[in-house]
């Protein structure tokens, strides 16, 4: 079976995995490059994978390659992403796939008329618990509550951005792939901490049919939290996503006479997973499976809910 030649763009925390799960996929994938700016990543790039080429710039092994994972820092997204595109190589990138409805709008203009993959990295759409629960969210009888909590203690990284691009993306895009009724309006606050970017946001998203979202999400918090509940007249679901847990409680006693049933869900390699959908995609000739509109209607909702906490207003969504 022929391979997909690949590069990976970026050796820092992140890109480091994605590197092993090039190397893990070696039926489907030739590791052609990694590209790195800098000196000290350059050095570890080729100790830990010697066989790989290290260049400082993409341009020099564009031609050696069919297809690259952008693992760069989010502000590098736009312009990487699109120079690949103009290249006709297949594109993997990491969450978010840009900074903002415009640079997204840009990048889905290149994008009409190349015959290529593109990925995007929303990792946390890969977990067990959702299939678990698909079906029951899918029956959920408006009008409901759900609320979503994923803050952690401050550990440094991801700082060229806002705690909104970085961790609230994740649960923006798990609103719109869990759940029947989309996004109206958006009303958020946050705090800046640590950093002179918002570090901590609360997030209100007023869905179709009465239903709300409340999001909270921080990077300096005393413990970490990652969890989603659903309140609705049947009862109440929760998923603690740090423990793999999923409780439920319906409006009636269970069998057992107990008021509250909990099961384990396993816990998955999400990045080895978005590899092997990627590599099938391209050599399949595939839909991706989470594709450029899937990543701008998460950059749409990060958007609105900048503007918002940025305005203290409440902000219209207008997805596409």
């Known amino acids: 079976m022929k391979k997909v ?5 970026g050796y820092g925390h992140l890109g480091k995995w994605h590197c092993q799960k090039v190397e893990a996929h070696k039926d489907m994938a030739e590791f052609v490059a990694i590209v790195e700016k800098f000196p000290a990543g350059q050095e570890s790039a080729r100790i830990n994978h ?3 080429k290290v260049v400082s710039d993409i341009k020099e092994i564009i031609n050696d390659i069919d297809a690259a994972f952008v693992v760069t820092p989010t502000s590098t997204h736009f312009e990487l992403v699109k120079y690949l595109l103009e290249n006709n190589k297949h594109v993997f990138c990491e969450k978010p796939i840009c900074s903002n409805d415009e640079e997204g709008k840009a990048l ?24 678990k629960l698909k079906d029951k969210f899918a029956k959920l009888t ?17 700082t060229d951005v806002d705690v909104v ?9 798990l609103v719109l792939h869990l ?6 309006r958006i009303t958020a606050q946050g705090q800046k901490i640590r950093t002179n970017n918002w570090d901590h946001a609360n997030i209100h998203l007023a869905l179709e049919d009465e239903c709300h979202v409340f999001l909270v999400v921080g990077r300096n918090a005393v413990k970490e939290m990652r969890d989603v509940e659903v309140i609705s007249k049947d009862g109440m679901m929760m998923v603690d996503l740090f423990t793999n847990k999923i409780f439920e409680a319906t409006n009636t006693k269970y ?20 590899h092997k ?9 595939n839909p991706a499976i989470i594709g450029l509109r899937d990543g701008l209607n998460a950059v749409h909702l990060v958007d609105c809910t900048l503007k918002s906490m940025e305005t203290q207003k409440t902000i219209q969504v207008n997805l596409g």
Do not use: C
Request: charged share 30%; aromatic share 10%.
């Open 5 to 9: 030649r690949v590069a990976v763009l």
């Open 50 to 52: 010697p066989q790989v």
């Open 108 to 131: 889905a203009r290149i994008a009409a008329d190349k015959k290529v993959v593109l990925q995007v990295g929303h990792s946390e759409r890969f977990h067990e618990a959702w299939e």
């Open 142 to 158: 408006p009008p409901y509550t759900v609320r979503m909590n994923r803050v952690a203690p401050f550990k440094g990284r991801a």
């Open 165 to 173: 691009q970085d961790l609230a993306i994740h649960d923006l895009d």
């Open 179 to 184: 759940f029947k009724q989309k996004p109206l």
């Open 255 to 274: 069998e057992d006479g107990t008021f509250v049933k909990d099961q384990d869900y396993s816990k998955r390699d999400h990045l080895l997973l978005e």
């Open 277 to 285: 959908y990627f590599y099938d995609s391209v050599l399949k000739s």
